[in-house]
């Protein structure tokens, strides 16, 4: 069965300061949060970490992207493009090498059979552009006491053996993010690049 996970937010347990610093950003990217739910941290871009840059919110969830026009027009942002998209069937809105940094933040779990990963991993590579990051932040397969069920987790390891599949090589890993328990820790990033 499907996970669904719409207009779920990760804004009261993953830190977005903690997220965005994690990717190094200079301040003048074209950043895309896909699967952005109510857009925390595309928020948080727009006003703390992306100056000189453009935001791009992505989700399939319309409610979300409606809200997100809404903040939108009543802040006068004009750096930030909300788009309502199911990241499997291909964002049309946005042309081919657009991004610099593309962030799916708890989203990939929810892509469950390897079809549906393949063309979502084809969609990121045509979205970036050569020098270009695809940022994965996910779930530990682990036991915890909140998100999926552990057997639809998937480890850095599973990641890399996809991503390579594709052409993508992984340039940085951080196993060390999230919720923090006394053994462990709930999150890591895993960061890609082309080959
Ligand atoms: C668990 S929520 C995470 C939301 C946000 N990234 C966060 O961490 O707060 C997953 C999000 O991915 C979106 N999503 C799921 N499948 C999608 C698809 N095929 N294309 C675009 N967005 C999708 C959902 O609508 C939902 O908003």
Redesign the pocket.
């Given at each position: 069965m499907e996970h669904r996970?719409?207009?779920?937010?990760?804004?009261n347990f993953?830190d977005s300061d903690e997220i965005l610093g994690e990717l190094n950003l200079c301040g003048d990217e074209t950043f895309m949060?896909?699967?952005?739910?109510?857009g925390?941290?595309a928020i948080k871009a727009i006003n703390d970490y992306l100056h000189e840059g453009t935001v791009y919110a992505?989700?399939?969830?319309n409610l979300?992207i409606e809200e997100l026009d809404a903040y939108k027009d009543e802040n006068n942002v004009e750096n930030l493009i909300n788009i309502e998209?199911?990241?499997?069937k291909g964002i049309s809105d946005v042309d081919d090498g657009k991004i610099d940094v593309i962030l799916?933040?708890?989203?990939f779990h929810?892509?469950a059979d390897v079809e549906t990963r393949d063309k979502?991993i084809d969609e990121l590579s045509r979205l970036i552009n050569d020098n270009g990051r695809i940022a994965i932040m996910e779930f530990k397969p682990i036991e915890w006491s909140f998100g999926p069920p552990t057997e639809i987790k998937c480890s850095p390891v599973e990641l890399e053996e996809i991503f390579s599949k594709h052409g993508l090589k992984k340039v940085h890993l951080n196993e060390n993010m999230g919720q923090k328990s006394s053994e462990d820790t709930s999150h890591y990033m895993i960061i890609f690049e082309k080959e």
């Amino acid at each position: 069965m499907e996970h669904r996970h719409h207009g779920k937010s990760s804004a009261n347990f993953l830190d977005s300061d903690e997220i965005l610093g994690e990717l190094n950003l200079c301040g003048d990217e074209t950043f895309m949060d896909l699967g952005c739910g109510d857009g925390y941290i595309a928020i948080k871009a727009i006003n703390d970490y992306l100056h000189e840059g453009t935001v791009y919110a992505v989700d399939v969830y319309n409610l979300a992207i409606e809200e997100l026009d809404a903040y939108k027009d009543e802040n006068n942002v004009e750096n930030l493009i909300n788009i309502e998209a199911d990241v499997t069937k291909g964002i049309s809105d946005v042309d081919d090498g657009k991004i610099d940094v593309i962030l799916m933040l708890n989203v990939f779990h929810g892509f469950a059979d390897v079809e549906t990963r393949d063309k979502v991993i084809d969609e990121l590579s045509r979205l970036i552009n050569d020098n270009g990051r695809i940022a994965i932040m996910e779930f530990k397969p682990i036991e915890w006491s909140f998100g999926p069920p552990t057997e639809i987790k998937c480890s850095p390891v599973e990641l890399e053996e996809i991503f390579s599949k594709h052409g993508l090589k992984k340039v940085h890993l951080n196993e060390n993010m999230g919720q923090k328990s006394s053994e462990d820790t709930s999150h890591y990033m895993i960061i890609f690049e082309k080959e």
